[in-house]
Structures are given as C-alpha cells and as structure tokens.
C-alpha cells in the first residue's frame, strides 16, 4: 500500500485531496493540515483549514464556496449581530458553530487538538488520517499599514474583512517558533513513500506547516521523492489572494518562482500548468525536476489526474 503525505491549507489543498483519493483509492493517505489560520471567535477554537478538508472530503462542504457547511444558515449569527457583538465580517453558520462548540468544550477537558481532530473525523470518515500541524497554539499575523501606523493583525483579518487589499509588509507565524509538531506527524513522514505540497498557498498555508520546527527536517531526512503543485498559473493565484502574501516574502507571482523558493533542498519535482510551460526549464535549472500539465481542478476527473501525474513525477524522481 502506498503511504502518502500531503501538506495542506484550506480549499485547494482540500479540493486536490478529493483528486488524490480518487487517483489512488487503495493509498494511506496522512494530511498535517495548517492550523496558523486558527482564530478563537466568541470564545470558541476555529480552525478552518482542518475544517474545509474535513468538510469536503466527508461531503459537508458548500461546493460553490469552498468553505462552511452546504445547506447552512446564519440564525446565531444574526443574533449576535443584533446584540452588537461582532465580528461580524466572519461568518460562522449555524451547522458550523457546532463543530466549534465541541472543539472548544474538549480543548477545554484537556483534550489536544490532535485527538480531538480525530475524534471530530469519527463523523465525518474523511477517509485520510487529518493531523493538525502542531498541538500548540500557532496564529498566522501579517503586518500592515492602518490609519494608526505599521501594525500586526491576524490573518483572517488581513484576509476575510480586508481581503487582502493593502499590502502585506511580513507574515509571522508567531509561536511556530515554540511549538512542535504534534502527535503521529514526525511518523507519518518517516513513513510515507512520498510527500506532496498541493496548490496551496506557499506562505501562509504549506509555509506555516514547514514553520513548525522539526518538519523540514523530517522531510528531508525521510528521503522520499517530494512534489508539489504550481498554486500560480499563469503569473496568477489559481484562487485566493496568494500574490500578496508572496510579495511579503519576496517572492515573485510566478510558477517558477515559488518553486525556487521552497528550493531543490525540499523539492524534488514541480508541476506547473502548460500555460507556464516556459517555466520548466528554469525550474530544472535550480535542480528541481519539473513537468507542465493541466492545473486546473475543473472537476474531480480533472483534479485526479493532477494527482496521477504529481505521483508519476514522484516515481520518475525516484528512478
């Protein structure tokens, strides 16, 4: 049986995971899912990436959105806002607020977050294992300019009610530093035949998970083939809003950019999207092996042979 580990942050890397289990049904497929997008909202611990891939691949997710729960409504909310408590420029629906009641009330027992991911995964048989990245307490912070000055603000903030909008100066993962990886993930990857980095955003999403101290090492000390999957197509995020977060960093909004900046010490294979099939030589030239395909998860047919060929690239490493 193949063991595959795959990086993820919210819908992409949710939506790519669909891909997956349909390319390879027989795979042990281990997802350490970011938890730097945690925010804690009228006293309760979201984590949306964990949600949206528990979502999606258990068929609770609003298809059109990406994230929340399909068939939700918005009553507790409406609530709240008439209570004049905010904020308001989140929107938790009724269906979700459960998830993060029960969350909330086990974190609180004692329980870490990694068994209860797990516990929470007992409804929805996501049919992968879901590892939060660490147990401990990582919040994404991006620091921009406000009427006040040069300031930090959390990155749902920075995201959902600004939505990206101003430019970000730096992205901190603040208590990355501190934290280590939770339960089963230093094993997962000692274990698997292959690691995957799915469209996801590279800063705050993959790049939060390989903050946690220790995960760059266990990758590279597996030494396992590691593909990813170009997030930018066509000097453009695919979705989102990845091209101000990159330029935070320093990075370029281009397939062969984000590539060389995770670096032929992580990765050893890179697909881009045929529209950037110029990149591919670029690529290979800072030591990564590279392919153009179709990147586009039109649908799950389509997203099943990104994965297919992600898992081709990987084999054709390993040879």
Known sequence: MQRIVVLAGGIGGARFLRGLKSAVPDAEITVIGNTGDDIHLFGLKVCPDLDTVMYTLGGGIHEEQGWGRADETFAVKEELAAYGVGPEWFGL??????????????????????????????????????????????ETHVLVDTDEGRKAVHFQEYWVRLRASVDAHAVIPVGAEQSKPAPG??????????????????????????????????????????????PIVGDAPVRGMADKVLAAVGVETSAAAVAQHYGSGMLDGWLVDTVDAAAVGPVEAAGIRCRAVPLMMTDLDATARMAREALDLAEEVRA
Do not use: K
């Not at 997962?188 to 760059?216: E, K």
């Not at 990758?219 to 999957?229: E, H, K, S």
């Open 93 to 138: 629906g009724d269906r979700d607020f459960a998830t993060h009641i029960v969350r909330t009330q086990m974190l609180g027992a004692g329980y870490p977050l990694s068994a209860v991911t797990e516990a929470l995964c007992q409804r929805w048989n996501p049919g992968v294992r879901l590892l939060p990245m660490t147990d401990d307490r990582v």
């Open 185 to 230: 993930v230093l094993e997962a990857i000692a274990a698997a035949d292959v690691v995957l980095f799915p469209p996801s955003n590279p800063v705050v999403s993959v790049g939060t998970i390989l903050a946690v101290p220790g995960m760059r090492e266990a990758i590279a000390d597996a030494g396992v083939p590691v593909v990813g999957l170009s």
